[in-house]
C-alpha cells in the first residue's frame, strides 16, 4: 500500500533532493554539518523557489528513516535522541573552575530537590505562571512536572557504547565540559566568532554544533507591523525562519561565573512576531531543572506573556552569525 503525500512547511523536501549531493561533496563532515550546508544552498534561492520546495509534498514514512535524519554525527553522544538527558548544559567559558564547581553543586542539589518533590507530589506542584520571566532576579514557578531523575552526568568524553540508553535513572541534564585536552574542547573554542569583540561562541554556533537545521513559516506579524529590513534568516527571509530541533540548550557563560546563572537558548522564534531563533535569556541554575522538564513535557512555554523580553545583545551576536553562513 503506497503511503500517502503530506504536504510539508520546512526543509524536508529539499534536503531529499541535496542532502546525499552534499554529503558527497564533504566526507566524514556528520549529519548536522551536512544538513547545514543544505540549508545554506536553500537561503541562496529566490523567495519563489523557496516556497515551492519548502511546500512540497513528501512521504513522510520514508523522509523518518532517511539519511538526513538518521546518519551519524560527531557530536550524538551527547546530543543525540537516546544521549542522557533532557537538556545540555554547555561550558562555554573556563576561566573560573571554582565558580564552575559551585555552580555543579548547585545544579546536583536542586536535581535532588526537584526529584524529591515530584516523589512526594507525583501528579504535579504548585501550580504557576505558563511562561518564564527573562530578569535573572525574577522567581519562577512552572507547573506540572511530567518526568523524574537522578543525577547530572558529565559528557566530557564520548561514552561507552555498550552502556545501555536512558532509563527511569536517566539525568535531566548532559553537561558539555571537554576537559583541556580532549578534541571536543577545541571543537567548542573553534567556533569563537570571528569579530575581535567576541570571546565566546554565539547561541547560533552553539545550536549548530548540537542540534539538527530545519526551516519554518515565520509568525505572522500583528496588523500594522512591517517586516523586518534588512531580512535574516534568523527572524525573517522570505517569510522563512532557520530553526533547529533537538534538546535543551542551556549555556554557562563568562557572566555565569558571577550570577551562577545560564543562558537559555531557544531552538526557534517565539509566537511573538520579531523575535529570532537562538535568542536567550538567564534563569538561575536553582530554577533550570524544573524549567527543563516542564519544557521537554509540553507542560509550559516560555513566551513572556506575548512580549519581546529576550537579551537583544544576544540576538544582535546571532543575527551577525547568521550572515556570515556557513563554511
Known sequence: MAHPLIPTQDLTPFLAERYEIV???????????????????????????????????????????????????????????????????????????????TFLTKLQEAEAEFVSEVAIHPEGTEEGD??????????????????????????????????????????I???????PNSPLRGLL?????????????????????????????????????????????LVDYDQWQEVYKGKGIWVYDERSNVDQCVRVVSLEGSACYGTATADSWRARVSHICELQVNLSS??????????DRYDYGERVKNMEEAERGIV
Open 23 to 101: 554529503k558527497s561533496r564533504f566526507p566524514g563532515e556528520g549529519r548536522r554539518k551536512w544538513r547545514l550546508r543544505v540549508a545554506e544552498e536553500f537561503w541562496k534561492l529566490s523567495a519563489d523557489d523557496k516556497a515551492a520546495y519548502a511546500t512540497r509534498s513528501v512521504n513522510l514514512n520514508q523522509s523518518e528513516s532517511a539519511p538526513y535524519n538518521v546518519d551519524e554525527d560527531p557530536l550524538d553522544f551527547i546530543a543525540g535522541e537516546d544521549a542522557p538527558g533532557l537538556g545540555i548544559v554547555v561550558r562555554a567559558d573556563f576561566s573560573n573552575e571554582d565558580a564552575w564547581q
Open 298 to 307: 509540553g507542560a509550559m512555554t516560555i513566551d513572556f506573556g506575548g512580549l
Open 189 to 233: 573554542s573553534s567556533v569563537h566568532s570571528p569579530l575581535a569583540s567576541q570571546a565566546h561562541p554565539t547561541n547560533l554556533n552553539i545550536l549548530r554544533l548540537l542540534t539538527d537545521v530545519d526551516i519554518r513559516r515565520v509568525p505572522t506579524p500583528p496588523q500594522g507591523t512591517k517586516r523586518i529590513k534588512p531580512p535574516n534568516r
Open 130 to 171: 505558563d511562561h518564564g520571566e527573562g530578569d535573572e532576579d525574577q522567581q519562577m514557578n512552572e507547573d506540572e512536572p511530567q518526568a523524574s531523575s537522578s543525577s547530572v552526568v558529565n559528557a566530557d568524553e564520548e561514552m561507552d557504547e555498550d552502556e545501555d540508553g536512558p532509563s527511569e535513572s536517566s539525568p
Open 173 to 179: 541534564f548532559a553537561i558539555f565540559n571537554p576537559t
